[in-house]
């Protein structure tokens, strides 16, 4: 179902090219890098004050055997001091990692968003929205965790181990070789387990990633769910997927429950060895009871910290897997936007000629779409489209607008070929207004000032008068301030059309584009829009895209396309007394049916 799961898992093991790929995060940091710095001194310091506890118990115990009060008092004092200062160092080492993380989080976030905003439509057109969403948060939020928690703890766990080790040694070094005796088996354990682990909680994170997918498309398209009766349908989709969650987490949990169990074995059966062999030795002299609880403590500590190291190792595996899908997110080519709000566009005229121009959609690339598809539309002229579905009649406006590159020929616009253009300026001139207008969740007026951010009030009010908008918007409650709801659910696909509209009268463009705008209307909403295009069309070039052919009937030129090559043109009027043509026989079709 998702293409997106196979090659991007996370990797199994740490590399040293994943580890620099990994890095590379802290760039994100920026002036917040010393954070992490100062939080891995303060990591020092709490595992320092860790180890001296154990020491000063076994001295605290001792002191029953030497009757000395003041000593008692010292080191009692001593332990409240270190407690003291592990709280201390804990707080300022806690807060400093969520500070630094959630810093350079959010400058990733910015990062990656700003990327993918800019990312070309050949990207979207091959990558599923709705799973790139799901993927981007899970990996974010893997990252976070890690940044925050997992990396700190594991350097701890890491200095407990080595700083642990070296004390038990002073200690008693017959204890110490008892002790790491079963170290290796912990680890061989450690290594077998993990491996099942990882796999599982890949395949489990990867399947709520494709159930996520599921929610998020039956929420868009509910009106639709609701409308055929699929809510079964979709539950029971969604059920699927949860289910194989589900058995997913239940295997991997048991691989995790033997783990902990085969750990658990190996860390109270060496204490008790430890305690066992440690008395042995007090009876015999060669150590005090003092020094067999600290030994005692500083095992615990020790074992503790091998049994969470390999859990802890295995987090910052996924981190990097997750890290390294970030940045190849953030390695894809964007196309070259200016992204300065107070850009100027240099106004063009509007003269535009497709010359010879072939082109192939990038995932279909031996289907032919556009076969040498010649044609002008000089300034202020009406271009109309016409043809059979798949056809290539959108595909044409994708193209003018540098949705995609061409596979051959030449498509120019006052005379200078579309690529010598910057990329904002070149779509800054034109508008579209599609056959399913999408609005956003925000209010009518913020939806009208899309075309114009920096729109006065007077701008928008003429705009939506322009276009046919201003008595239904003056007939809510709210007025401009009215929520349109997801995609502009709360509006009729009349009303819909007519912001649409205003936004692109808002925009002023020379080049318009309207891509079957009127296909899906009732009579009464299509006259409305239909007066509010005329409006729209002065003073531009206009390529209209059309399905009812009514719409076009007095076009400067109209454009017969069939099978991606330009069968017939000219005005309505000469296509019609055209014996056989295609258009006639579409008029014929349209009109004698209605």
Request: aromatic fraction near 10%; glycine fraction near 8%.
């Amino acid at each position: 179902m998702a293409r997106y799961q196979e090659n991007d898992l996370p990797k199994s093991k740490i590399t040293a090219t994943s580890l620099n790929k990994a890095t590379i995060i802290f760039k994100y940091a920026g002036k917040h890098q010393w954070k992490f710095y100062v939080g891995l001194f303060f990591l020092l310091l709490t595992g320092a004050t860790a180890l001296a506890f154990p020491k000063l118990m076994g001295m605290l115990v001792d002191c029953v055997k030497n009757k000395d009060n003041t000593q008692t008092n010292k080191i009692a004092l001593g332990l409240i001091v270190i407690l003291f200062l592990q709280a201390f160092f804990s707080f300022f080492r806690l807060s400093l990692f969520v500070n630094f993380t959630e810093n350079t989080l959010a400058n990733l976030r910015l990062s990656l968003y700003t990327n993918l905003v800019k990312l070309p439509m050949t990207f979207f057109s091959q990558k599923r929205v709705g799973e790139l969403n799901s993927r981007i948060s899970a990996d974010i939020t893997q990252i976070q965790d890690t940044l925050t928690s997992t990396i700190a703890e594991f350097l701890r766990q890491f200095i407990l181990i080595i700083g642990g080790v070296i004390l038990l040694a002073t200690e008693s070094f017959k204890l110490t070789l008892l002790m790491l005796a079963v170290v290796p088996l912990v680890a061989v354990a450690a290594v077998i387990f993990g491996r099942f682990i990882r796999k599982y909680s890949k395949q489990v994170q990867d399947q709520v990633a494709e159930s996520q997918v599921i929610v998020e498309e039956t929420m868009q398209g509910i009106s639709i769910v609701k409308a055929f009766a699929n809510e079964w349908y979709e539950i029971a989709r969604y059920k699927g997927k949860i289910n194989e969650v589900v058995k997913l987490a239940i295997k991997g949990g048991k691989y995790r429950g033997y783990f902990a169990s085969f750990i658990i074995f190996c860390l109270f059966g060496a204490i008790v060895a430890v305690v066992w062999y440690g008395v042995r030795l007090s009876i015999a002299g060669e150590m005090s009871v003092g020094q067999l609880i600290s030994f005692v403590l500083y095992s615990t500590f020790v074992g503790a910290s091998f049994g969470g190291i390999a859990e802890l190792y295995a987090q910052i595996q996924k981190a990097i897997g997750a890290t390294e899908r970030v940045f190849e997110l953030l390695e894809e080519t964007p196309e070259k936007i200016d992204l300065d709000a107070n850009g100027t566009h240099e106004k063009i005229k509007g003269d535009v000629s497709f010359n010879n121009v072939a082109f192939s959609y990038p995932s279909r690339k031996e289907v032919e779409v556009l076969k040498n598809v010649n044609f002008t539309a000089e300034f202020g002229q009406k271009i109309a489209i016409v043809g059979p579905s798949g056809a290539g009649k959108s595909t044409i406006s994708s193209l003018l607008l540098r949705f995609y590159d061409i596979t051959s020929g030449e498509i120019t616009v006052d005379g200078k070929n579309i690529y010598d253009y910057d990329l904002e300026n070149l779509r800054g001139n034109m508008s579209i207004v599609p056959q399913d207008v999408i609005l956003f969740g925000g209010t009518i007026r913020e939806n009208i000032a899309y075309g114009k951010p920096d729109a006065t009030e007077e701008e928008i009010i003429l705009a939506a008068k322009q276009a046919n908008a201003f008595n239904f918007v003056e007939g809510f409650p709210e007025k401009f301030e009215t929520l349109v709801g997801e995609r502009g659910v709360k509006l009729s696909g009349g009303q819909r059309q007519r912001i649409a509209i205003a936004r692109a009268l808002l925009k002023n463009p020379s080049i318009l584009i309207l891509d079957e705008a009127t296909s899906s209307l009732d009579s009464e909403s299509e006259k409305l829009v239909q007066e509010a295009l005329e409006v729209l069309m002065e003073g531009r070039t206009s390529i209209i895209i059309a399905h009812r052919l009514s719409t076009i009937r007095s076009a400067d030129k109209i454009l017969v396309l069939d099978n991606g090559k330009i069968t017939e043109e000219g005005t309505h009027q000469e296509l019609i007394n055209l014996e056989n043509g295609i258009y006639k026989n579409l008029s014929n079709l349209q009109f004698t049916n209605n």
